[in-house]
């Protein structure tokens, strides 16, 4: 075989490897997501606006929220997953303001942080009145602090 | 007896272990004893220069995966059958409880154990060339075992295990460019749930083992080819005491050629000229006089070693109950929070600021432990030639324990500062 022909296929080769190596590191990262979560739905209705009272929040453990009721402003859903590690907040009617019991941030009443660590502010949720009347939240829509639905 | 003494014969193949020629063929015949060199120096063996830790972290890495795997009968990682199989180890199985707690235990003391090694060896100066490599290797062990810390306090759903993971997950999505991709990639998800507890029970019981045994292998074959265990500090002899002559360097002009008279009743040959410097750590023969074989010497120490090791851990097995707390409860955050004893001190940097104290801190902080050997070329291991470093490796070491403490033992509900004198009512 000639020098020039063996270099060419070496050099060929070689680049033939590596990108068999490139690739196959690429297919590795995406055997490891998964193409399907199991996971709750990010939209989902909380049930209708009468069992909501007036006053203090309700907190629904399993979706993580707080809905608030205001006889003048009306519906509100505030996120109860800390911004700074995923801690579950508390909201503390004494005081109103939101306490993380990990490292010790706390949002005012409107979400905003007060103290600590956590970098954002608290996240408010789209809530929307579903066609058979019950309350819909979907956590893909963030809103602003402000955002209130009237029932 | 013939056809015994030639099966026992066909599996020893050495000598009789009186003569010396057995002794040594008893370590280098054996795939596992072969590690070790046929004769050791006896300042090798002083307590007060190795503590015998690495052997002692090898030992509770043995215990590990012992008990680990003995758990592993009676363990499904199913959310939350998991913290069923939990209490069934605690109440229902013969020993259950006890495998548990030593596989608790030795993980914490594996834990201790791999720092004061890593202190050992940088107070004895023995990252020094020819064993920078080695160092880089160790460090990369001691994070293993930390990773296997983190993915095995996951497994048995409890609370502690589903806020730890929680809080860990999320300070690696703080990451730059990759962070989010890695959180989910870890937790095979958004949240911590099932596909997270499958995830880091593989992990934990495969992939960080598998990389640590091999790790370990290098680790300890480095040690021989970097020329065995470093000399204990005291033995070493101020710098500059004379000029040091090597092989293939031009000789001063003024030294003379110091000449042996050739004796009549040898024959001389010259067998091998190897160019450039010797990596070991010259020997004097008055030196080489001073090593003794490995059997029965550094056997029997090692024995003692490992059963001092073992019995200790069972020792406060039976004493000490491993902690599990209640079920995990995806909303309800414990108050306070607390990652176990060894991670207080990331939580506590943490609390100040998650990418600072929980991303970029660490990783300068690993840098840092990996360049030691390169950025410190001092070639001298004499405490008194390298005080700075002294100096600055101890700052590192301060900081850490008084971070730990402070996060263990002055933080209270919402991570609030409370001395542990103080009785805080209402707290969980």
Known sequence: ?151 | MTPLRDVWRSIVRRDPLSTDKGKSELVFLNLWLHIHPAKVKRENFKLKHTWYLGFITFYLFLILVTTGVALMFYYRPDAPQSYQDMKDLQFVVYLGSFLRNMHRWSAHGMVICVFLHMCRVFYTGSYKAPRQFNWVIGVFLFLLTLGLSFTGYLLPWDQLAFWAITVGSNIGGYAPLVGPRLKELLLGGHAVGESALLRFYVLHVAVLPSTMILLTMVHFWRVRKDGGLSRPVWKLKPAAAGPLVRIGAPAPAEAALVVVPASQDKTYGLMEVVTGKPIFETVTAEEEEDTVFSYPYAFFREAIALMATVTSVMAISLFWQAPLEELANPAKTPNPAKAPWYFLGLQELVSHSALLGGVVVPALAVLGLLAIPYLDTNPSRRPADRKWAIRAFTLFVVVNVVLIIIGTLFRGPGWALVPPWVHVSGAE
């Open chain 1, 1 to 151: 075989m000639k020098r020039r022909s063996w270099l060419g296929w070496g050099t060929a080769g070689l680049v033939a490897l590596w990108s068999a190596v490139g690739v196959s590191l690429g297919a590795v990262v995406r055997f490891l997501t998964p193409s399907v979560f199991y996971e709750p739905p990010q939209s989902f209705k909380i049930g209708n606006p009468a069992d909501f009272s007036f006053g203090p929040p309700t907190f629904l453990a399993e979706e993580k929220i707080f809905v608030f009721r205001d006889r003048e402003k009306g519906f509100a859903v505030a996120s109860a997953v800390c911004t700074h590690l995923g801690c579950t907040v508390g909201y503390f009617q004494d005081d109103q303001r939101f306490h993380c019991p990990c490292h010790g941030s706390v949002f005012a009443g409107d979400g905003a942080v007060q103290h600590g660590p956590a970098p954002r502010p608290l996240e408010w949720f789209e809530v929307t009145l579903a066609r058979d009347g019950q309350l819909r939240v979907d956590k893909d829509h963030v809103v602003p602090a402000a955002y209130r639905l009237m029932v």
